[in-house]
């Protein structure tokens, strides 16, 4: 079967680093995307990675391993705002996503 | 960027009557529209896929005879729920991807999401 794994919660303090890992086991693959996620908002698209390795967007990064089936999204100098679910989903053969449950996130002062 | 409308936002209904949400592309042709709802505190659960002209592929378990979809356009698909009971009191949210494959993942694009609820 298909299966996305993430931490249910992670917390971390204002001005500091985080990293959220997410592994998968997906028929295929097409691409693994990281999603921001509001409570009560719909997500947001954060990054796409297909290929292997790092990809930076300001303060947040998204790194790629295909042969592991394993990807994070690190979070840099964090800030109250970036409170949110984080959900990392995958592309099957299909082109249809496969969703992880998500990461909520709690930042401290 | 390419936005997603959802109307109603916010929706309370009576037990057994029907609602219809409406998803549309504003800025961009979807040849595909997916629908998905989410419980609290859960992960997004895709309902259906619509292809607009055709009719929607629902996944396992969703009842297609109670989520009624129709995608009549490249830029509106709508969702009716019928003889809404509580239990169908979620967050629905659809997503539309453009016409071109090649980027595939940030082609999709969700809409705002509506809250119903079946008291």
């Known amino acids: 079967g298909q299966n996305i794994d993430q931490p249910t919660e992670m917390t971390a303090t204002e001005g500091a680093i985080v990293q959220i890992n997410c592994t998968y086991q997906?028929?295929?693959?097409?691409?693994l995307f990281w999603y921001q996620q509001h409570a009560g908002e719909a997500p947001t698209f954060l990054s796409y990675?297909?290929l292997d390795g790092l990809e930076e967007k300001g303060r947040f990064s998204s790194f790629l391993s295909r042969s592991k089936g394993y990807s994070y999204l690190l979070l840099k100098e964090l800030q109250m705002k970036d409170s949110a679910s984080y959900l990392c989903?995958?592309?099957?053969?299909?082109?249809?996503?496969?969703w992880g449950a998500g990461t909520k996130l709690i930042i401290k002062p | 960027g390419a936005v997603v409308s959802q109307h109603p936002s916010r929706v309370i209904c009576k037990s057994g009557t029907s609602v219809k949400i409406e998803c549309r592309s504003l800025?961009?042709?979807?040849?595909?529209m997916f629908w998905y709802r989410q419980f609290p505190k859960k992960s997004l659960m895709l309902m259906a896929t619509?292809?607009?002209?055709?009719?929607?592929?629902?996944e396992q378990g969703v009842e297609k005879d109670k989520f009624l979809i129709n995608h009549a356009s490249l830029t509106l698909s709508t969702l009716t729920v019928t003889s809404a009971h509580p239990e169908d009191s979620s967050f629905y949210i659809c997503?539309?991807?453009?016409?071109?494959?090649?980027?595939?993942?940030?082609?999709?694009?969700f809409g705002p999401g509506t809250r119903l609820t079946v008291t």
């Open positions: 989903a995958v592309m099957d053969s299909n082109y249809q996503l496969i």
């Open positions: 997503s539309a991807r453009a016409l071109s494959p090649g980027l595939a993942g940030t082609e999709q694009y």
């Open positions: 800025d961009f042709q979807a040849t595909t």
């Open positions: 997906t028929s295929g693959f097409n691409g």
């Open positions: 990675n297909v």
């Open positions: 619509s292809n607009e002209g055709s009719k929607a592929t629902y």
